[in-house]
């Protein structure tokens, strides 16, 4: 058995793998299939200042190798996470990243702040998200708005943050240069894609939002080179993800420079997924005589 425990933020995890936000709820689901435990960690579902409703379906289409999703940021407000979720999830022996997210940066600082008082472990700001003061561009589509949003977390919570990047940009490096400067512990990447379908017999976009997130196997190449390029420009740990649906997949954004990985839409298609990937890791490390995972972070070896 190779080993898989990485740390991350002074954080000890017992595997590099976790389901992302948005696929795995607060666990309850998944909790019927295998113990919560096996888990390197857990990214709970998006929560914001006050109960969101999400989204009008349709919110989700089938893509090539893929999914959109306009489920939009659908939860029960930060109060009834931190009552009434949370506690649940703290006494599952397992990491627990509470992803947050806000329309303005006082929103995404009061949400942290609530956390301050409550056991878990990071806090994972989603940057995906519109910022109302600035007409609705994501926080993450700019290194003053993504600085802006880190700096106001950061000034409210102790926790070790880490910065979700958004992949819809020119430059990922600068924005991860950005965050790094504000104060972020580590970066997460990638969020979904944006994009869009047409139904062309009624010639209306398929999802309701018109637009959506495109996640799956379809995003997973270019979920490598953003971390690769992200690893190369800051200092602080990455948590990659993006279309990974296999213990090769898991391996390969390490060797990108991920120090763990997140699994999203596979979760869907298989609730086994993040324990299969564990085990398929395990074996692959054992086939290659590596002794832990920690010593492939980052290893690719460039042309
Ligand atoms: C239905 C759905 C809901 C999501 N909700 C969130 C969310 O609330 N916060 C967030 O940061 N990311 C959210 N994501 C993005 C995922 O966490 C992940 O970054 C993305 O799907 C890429 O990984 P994947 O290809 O493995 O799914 C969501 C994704 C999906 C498919």
């Given at each position: 058995m190779a080993d898989l425990s990485v740390n991350i933020c002074g954080i000890d995890f017992k595997n590099p793998i976790i389901p992302a936000s948005g696929v795995f709820g607060y666990g309850r689901e998944y909790e019927e299939f295998y113990p919560l435990s096996k888990l390197g960690g857990i990214a709970t579902k998006g929560t914001t200042g006050k109960l969101r409703t999400g989204n009008p379906a349709p919110r989700i289409a089938e893509t090539p190798s893929g999914m959109l999703n306009s489920v939009g940021l659908q939860n029960p407000g930060i109060d009834a996470f931190i009552e009434k979720e949370l506690p649940n999830l703290l006494h599952k022996d397992t990491v627990i990243l509470a992803n947050i997210a806000g329309a303005t940066a006082e929103e995404c600082a009061e949400v942290a702040g609530k956390l301050n008082d409550t056991d878990v472990h990071m806090i994972e700001l989603n940057i995906s998200c519109p910022n109302v003061k600035q007409g609705g561009a994501a926080f993450g589509t700019s290194c003053q708005m993504a600085e802006q949003v880190t700096k106001a977390v950061r000034n409210a919570t102790k926790k070790p943050l880490v910065v979700k990047l958004s992949p819809?940009?020119?430059?990922i490096t600068d924005i991860a240069k950005a965050v790094e400067s504000a104060g972020a512990d580590a970066v997460s990447l990638i969020n979904t894609l944006l994009g869009m379908r047409i139904d062309?017999?009624?010639?209306?976009?398929?999802?309701r939002n018109n637009v959506g997130g495109l996640s799956g196997g379809a995003i997973f190449p270019i979920a490598v080179r953003m971390v690769w390029q992200v690893s190369n420009a800051v200092k602080i740990p990455i948590i990659g993800m993006g279309g990974v649906s296999s213990g090769e997949d898991a391996i390969e954004l390490m060797l990108a420079g991920a120090s763990a990985v997140q699994v999203g839409m596979a979760c869907f298609t298989d609730p086994y997924a993040p324990i299969r990937i564990i085990n398929e890791m395990n074996d692959f490390l054992d086939s290659q005589n590596i002794d832990t995972v920690r010593e492939i972070v980052g290893t690719v070896q460039p042309w």
């Amino acid at each position: 058995m190779a080993d898989l425990s990485v740390n991350i933020c002074g954080i000890d995890f017992k595997n590099p793998i976790i389901p992302a936000s948005g696929v795995f709820g607060y666990g309850r689901e998944y909790e019927e299939f295998y113990p919560l435990s096996k888990l390197g960690g857990i990214a709970t579902k998006g929560t914001t200042g006050k109960l969101r409703t999400g989204n009008p379906a349709p919110r989700i289409a089938e893509t090539p190798s893929g999914m959109l999703n306009s489920v939009g940021l659908q939860n029960p407000g930060i109060d009834a996470f931190i009552e009434k979720e949370l506690p649940n999830l703290l006494h599952k022996d397992t990491v627990i990243l509470a992803n947050i997210a806000g329309a303005t940066a006082e929103e995404c600082a009061e949400v942290a702040g609530k956390l301050n008082d409550t056991d878990v472990h990071m806090i994972e700001l989603n940057i995906s998200c519109p910022n109302v003061k600035q007409g609705g561009a994501a926080f993450g589509t700019s290194c003053q708005m993504a600085e802006q949003v880190t700096k106001a977390v950061r000034n409210a919570t102790k926790k070790p943050l880490v910065v979700k990047l958004s992949p819809n940009v020119t430059s990922i490096t600068d924005i991860a240069k950005a965050v790094e400067s504000a104060g972020a512990d580590a970066v997460s990447l990638i969020n979904t894609l944006l994009g869009m379908r047409i139904d062309i017999k009624t010639r209306r976009p398929v999802l309701r939002n018109n637009v959506g997130g495109l996640s799956g196997g379809a995003i997973f190449p270019i979920a490598v080179r953003m971390v690769w390029q992200v690893s190369n420009a800051v200092k602080i740990p990455i948590i990659g993800m993006g279309g990974v649906s296999s213990g090769e997949d898991a391996i390969e954004l390490m060797l990108a420079g991920a120090s763990a990985v997140q699994v999203g839409m596979a979760c869907f298609t298989d609730p086994y997924a993040p324990i299969r990937i564990i085990n398929e890791m395990n074996d692959f490390l054992d086939s290659q005589n590596i002794d832990t995972v920690r010593e492939i972070v980052g290893t690719v070896q460039p042309w």
